[in-house]
T-cell receptor, first 112, second 111 residues
Framework: ETGVTQSPTHLIKTRGQQVTLRCSSQSGHNTVSWYQQALGQGPQFIFQYYREEENGRGNFPPRFSGLQFPNYSSELNVNALELDDSALYLC???????????FGEGSRLTVL | GESVGLHLPTLSVQEGDNSIINCAYSNSASDYFIWYKQESGKGPQFIIDIRSNMDKRQGQRVTVLLNKTVKHLSLQIAATQPGDSAVYFCAENINDYKLSFGAGTTVTVRA
């Protein structure tokens, strides 16, 4: 158990739609990061949030956005979905002391 | 592009043998590296990490070696077990624990 839970586990959307993915981390995980993992690839860093502010972004367009809440939960929002957005989206809580990342099991998004 | 890569996409190993998974990185300024294991349908699970001021670190049945001269990282698994079958990723810390992952090596353990 990593203490990080994500929802939904699977979902299907169509091109142009919007999606919100949710993550709940445990107490002490002040930093949360989101990663996109395409099939057969390693995870790609999307962005990181610390104390409810974005703290770095990877090579992803602005239609990928996020929120972090005081209760250690966070959201990833993707607007104007494209077929290439089909992937496993991973949330990772970061332990404040060691910096170790704890990943959730991901939300698998399919865009048709 | 990715700064971290793995030498081989697949590795088949006999149960009980030792496994060695390799990884090359390109950023000589990287100071922290992590190995993750990802089983089917699950998120990446931390295995072991190493900082750039070390060249070897051991855990339970696992050893990570870091060769900064040739920018090479390896993960050794002793006495490989069926439960070790998974995809293994090396990851490089860009900064503030923003990680750059390689493409992964799929390890299959033969009974």
């Amino acid at each position: 158990e990593t203490g990080v839970t994500q929802s939904p586990t699977h979902l299907i959307k169509t091109r142009g739609q919007q999606v919100t993915l949710r993550c709940s981390s445990q107490s002490g995980h002040n930093t949360v990061s989101w990663y996109q993992q395409a099939l057969g690839q390693g995870p790609q860093f999307i962005f990181q949030y610390y104390r409810e502010e974005e703290n770095g972004r990877g090579n992803f367009p602005p239609r990928f956005s996020g929120l972090q809440f005081p209760n250690y939960s966070s959201e990833l929002n993707v607007n104007a979905l494209e077929l290439d957005d089909s992937a496993l989206y991973l949330c990772a809580g970061q332990e404040a002391g060691t910096g170790e990342l704890f990943f959730g099991e991901g939300s698998r998004l399919t865009v048709l | 592009g990715e700064s971290v890569g793995l030498h081989l996409p697949t590795l088949s190993v006999q149960e009980g043998d030792n496994s060695i998974i390799n990884c090359a990185y390109s950023n000589s300024a990287s100071d922290y590296f992590i190995w993750y294991k990802q089983e089917s349908g699950k998120g990446p699970q931390f295995i072991i990490d190493i900082r750039s001021n070390m060249d070897k670190r051991q855990g339970q049945r696992v050893t990570v070696l870091l060769n900064k001269t040739v920018k090479h990282l390896s993960l050794q698994i002793a006495a490989t077990q069926p439960g070790d079958s998974a995809v293994y990723f090396c990851a490089e810390n860009i900064n503030d624990y923003k990680l750059s992952f390689g493409a992964g090596t799929t390890v299959t353990v033969r009974a």
